[in-house]
């Protein structure tokens, strides 16, 4: 999937793809705003040739994992070795009824086993030992969202060297640290309220004083890359030294996603 890729809330279109894919971007992610019968993929596919896709999650509890395998296949048969299924058991305060993170998890693997779903193939959000642990065990690897590099390191220790890696992380591209600070704030204020969140953030170091809103300016900016395109390279490239594989770049600015990653490219060494 190559060392960066694209984080997006909803599908990009065809001809965005296609930028994202000659600016050497590995990948695109979606996240679970996208439909789970993966009808949004093949547009994608259909008009780029080595593009990577991936799910940035598939909602064990909105997506029953039959219909999820069988577009899967689907996919994966018409586009051999282009997509990877990420899946997540999502936040404790969004989901009515609820079973711990780690059990929903392992049954739903259970049924993806039993639907032919390549253990190779799928991918876990994780942010604690023991998902990251279950993410090597039963999947490809992990998927991190809203990490630092210091995340990753942990994450690579626990899940060793052979499991697949790709931390997802924020870029405002401005050189006004007050502004950037502001649409940080904006992008993590949700993350606030949802304890996966604080305390993936307190086994990292952070205080209670940091991750009470609006959050710490050394949260913020450890988790909202800023500057220039060099400085936002440095940062995201702190993950590859820290572990990771990959690196899902999510552009805060939706609207200017293909301007950032256009400036960002060049400072990444695509």
Same mark, same amino acid.
């Given at each position: 999937m190559g060392r960066f890729g694209a984080w997006t809330g909803n599908p990009v279109s065809p001809p965005v793809a296609r930028e994202i894919e000659k600016l050497g971007y590995g990948a695109v992610w979606v996240n679970s705003t996208a439909p789970s019968d993966l009808s949004w993929v093949d547009p994608i @596919?259909? #008009? $780029?040739? $080595?593009?990577?896709?991936? $799910? %940035? !999650?598939?909602?064990?509890?909105?997506?029953?994992? +039959?219909?999820?395998?069988?577009? @899967?296949? &689907?996919?994966? #048969?018409?586009? =051999? *070795?282009? @997509? /990877?299924? +990420?899946? *997540?058991? %999502?936040? &404790?305060?969004?989901?009515s009824q609820w079973e711990k993170p780690y059990d929903a998890l392992n049954k739903y693997l259970d049924e993806l086993d039993r639907y +032919?779903? =390549?253990?190779?193939?799928? !991918? /876990?959000?994780?942010? %604690?030992?023991?998902?990251? #642990?279950?993410?090597?065990?039963? +999947?490809? %690897?992990?998927? =991190?969202?809203?990490t630092t590099p210091e995340h990753t390191a942990r994450a690579r220790e626990v899940m060793g060297p052979a499991a697949f890696l790709a931390p997802e992380h924020k870029v405002v591209l401005s050189s006004d640290a007050g502004s950037a600070r502001v649409l940080g704030r904006e992008a993590v204020d949700l993350y606030l309220g949802l304890n996966n969140y604080l305390n993936s953030w307190k086994r990292i170091g952070f205080s209670d004083k940091d991750i009470t809103k609006p959050g710490s300016d050394d949260l913020i900016d450890a988790v909202i890359a800023h500057g220039t395109a060099p400085q936002i390279a440095r940062r995201l490239h702190q993950h590859l030294t820290a572990g990771a594989d990959h690196v899902a770049i999510q552009v805060i600015e939706a609207d200017k996603l293909l301007p950032v990653l256009t400036a960002l490219a060049p400072a990444l060494g695509l």
């Open positions: @596919f259909e #008009q $780029t040739t $080595t593009l990577k896709a991936a $799910t %940035g !999650i598939v909602n064990i509890w909105a997506s029953p994992a +039959g219909p999820v395998a069988e577009a @899967f296949h &689907r996919v994966d #048969q018409k586009y =051999p *070795g282009r @997509f /990877l299924l +990420g899946i *997540g058991a %999502g936040h &404790r305060e969004h989901i +032919g779903v =390549p253990a190779d193939r799928r !991918i /876990l959000a994780a942010l %604690g030992d023991r998902v990251l #642990q279950l993410s090597a065990a039963r +999947g490809a %690897g992990a998927h =991190p969202y809203l």
